[in-house]
């Protein structure tokens, strides 16, 4: 019909609506073929755009509009007329309260909350929600993962730009779940203590195990669905909007759904045979509940709204779903599936009128114009869902319409999708019957374990591991709320705290590396070419083999290594995770006491320091010692050449390292890419405004000064032979980093050298920043006679260029300081 073309056009095409000049909305009036002149069935095509309109308004306006024609068809004049309305708050406003959007806030909206909501959206990717059939997966993976988030955060569509994305269309199918079974599953849902959109979730979820197999059945395969469950935020926060004008008050939230066995809704439909049946239909729905209950009472719309905000302010929001929506790893879909359920139409309060106190409610019937259907549907074809159901009750009826992606999911596929829906709500309602006959199917081993048991015990493990360290990260939360209260712009504070989390995050990431690569080098038995052993191959096949088959096993890696991190973490803030290189503490502790802030130059400076020449201080020192989470301790053999720009006014520290140390990776230490070396550079300046021995480093975002404590002198010669560092990090009053280099010209120190240096230290204050010696880390270092390492893994990595491929790095890197 010519409604329904005009319908699928406007849903994906809208070059109609011109967003500089408008209009932002049409309607279109299509007479049905066959339709007597007088009573004619027509089609109203009504199409916004999303920023100005959700589906709440639309009725609004669309009952506004009936009304209003059969007002002028009785008494040829309108009633009442509607009272005309401002220009509608925005979504933030609403939610937030006036005033307080990201922009006139900055981060002062940001709360523990806020990090908690941010952390579980994180961690749902740990979970791989399945976003794509298996047989529309291009790429070795859907994209779904953190490194499709990585990638499109650096600026790139994960599995790289999908050639088909702008040629993506909406496969479109109407359904009408009918009055006696819709009001058989309101009764069905009210028994069950769950809502109607709480079922909807769970139908999508089921409908979606049908058919993501892509037609090819994978006994006992199981994975876990996120499903998009729109919300009116109307409903949250401040609610400032009472949807009496049109406005986009669309939100939504994300339930994680599993892991489900292909083909569940089969099961459930009795089609197949399995272990999900009506029973656990109900359980999903109340799972949806609990979860929906849960983000609402945590305040988690309101957050999400506070993130958006943010994202779309201080970012580039739309090209990184533009980047997402042309990835052909994840073809533009970021969720399983999705449900937008409006409600029941006569239940939503029309237009305010004047001279009447109270709204009226919508009706479907005003004279002789009567609503028989209604069908709705946001575009989802550049990105989204990859099955999306949109639907509302009206006249005692659902209607449905199912509006995904095609060719992703085809036209055929769609509608078949849409009957499982049906069908699904049809037998959890009791007014179809489902076969009797499903018979459990052992997923052999597994089996045995119940339900969700190693998530549960991966889950324990690590709600432990994080709470032993739980006053060290209220400390760390109370330091960053303080540190955001002084400062004088909210950038400084953001900049410091990115700084942190970079070399926070940095050191847990390694060590699994190093565990990985002391294995793979520990290994017995024959290796390929001298390099693999045949049976390390063997472990990881097993292993990989166990996580990809078992979604229960793939979830409770995926908790324990987040658990893992968030473990490691606390431990160096609480300064239990090595207090040399980890001490990650905000103004920490020293002999009991918190020392707050940055000391001053002239506090630290020794006499030694007089006259300090620049110039002589260039040159290559050698790393004996250092305090300092920047640096970590499975390197050794550190030096810093530092050299001064020729106009004197900047200088470059070139920071060589080899790694990993003997002591950390005993078994792979001489395999490694960097074992015979690598070098990066950090940068500065040098300002005239500050005394002899202060130089700025800048670097991720930061700029510091780096105190130059003391140096020695060579009797004979006069150079400088040994020096102390100390750079401070200061914010709002918090001290957010401290770093301490303990270097000489020499390779070798004696003991005693060492301990004078550290007596040095210790008179110039800097025990209460680390400088004792059980708070600094001892560099290894391998004699300065050895030989470079050779062996076939060093031999590996010159043949396929890697040590070329440093040098350049080496070199761009240092030409760009200049």
Known sequence: TSWEAKFRQDLDDGRWCETDKGPLWKVELHRLSGARDGDAQCA????????????????????????????????????????????????????????????????????????????????????????????????????????????????????????????????????????????????????EKVSVTNALTAAAALASTDFIDGGEALPGKERNYKVLQSLDMRRFGEQLDSCETVACMAGSMDLMIGPLPDRSGSSVRGKSSGKIGVAQFWDLARDGKRQTAAFVESGGPAQATRVFDAFMSISDGNNLVHLTAESAASQGRAYSAGVSNVGVFERQRAVRREGEPERESLMSKHGKYEIQDIYFATPHSRSGCLYQVSGQTINGEMKLTFHPAKPIVSEETNAAFADSFIELLEVAAGVREASTENVGESNGILSSIPPNALSLAALAFSIGGTAIHSGAWADFFRSVSEMKANVANPADATAALNFWIFFAVGHPILQPILWISDVLHGTPGPKIADLVPYLFLAGNAVAIGAIAFSKEIRNAVNIAALGAFFAYVGAGLDGQAGLGDFNLALDDQYKGQVVKGCPAYDDVRQPSMNNFDLEKYQGKWYEHKFHDWTQFKEVYDTTLDIKLTPDGKGWIDDFGVKGPAPNAAPLSWDKSPVANGAHYFLFGRVDEKDPPGVLRESGFGVEFPNYIVDVQKDEATGEYKEAIQFQCLERGGVRVFEGINFMSRSPVMTEQEMTAMHARAEKAGMYPYGASPEQMHTVARRDASAPELDNSWQRMWKSIGVDKLLELLTESIEDGGR
């Open 44 to 191: 109203l095509v009504l199409s916004f755009n999303h920023a100005i309109s959700d589906q709440s308004s639309a009725n609004l306006l669309l009952d506004q509009i009936l009304s209003d024609v059969a007002d002028i068809d009785e008494k040829n004049k309108v009633r009442a007329p509607a009272v005309r309305s401002d220009m509608p708050l925005s979504l933030e406003e609403s939610v937030l309260g006036v005033g307080k959007n990201f922009e006139e806030v900055k981060v002062d909206g940001f709360s523990l909350d806020t990090v908690k909501y941010v952390a579980d959206k994180a961690a749902e990717g740990f979970r791989s929600p399945v976003i794509l059939p298996d047989d529309a997966l291009k790429t070795s993976g859907d994209g779904s993962g953190i490194l499709g988030a990585l990638s499109t955060i650096s600026g790139n569509s994960a599995g790289g730009s999908d050639m088909g994305a702008s040629a993506r269309k909406s496969a479109v199918t109407f359904k009408t779940l009918n009055r006696e079974a819709t009001n058989a599953l309101l009764e069905k849902c009210r028994k």
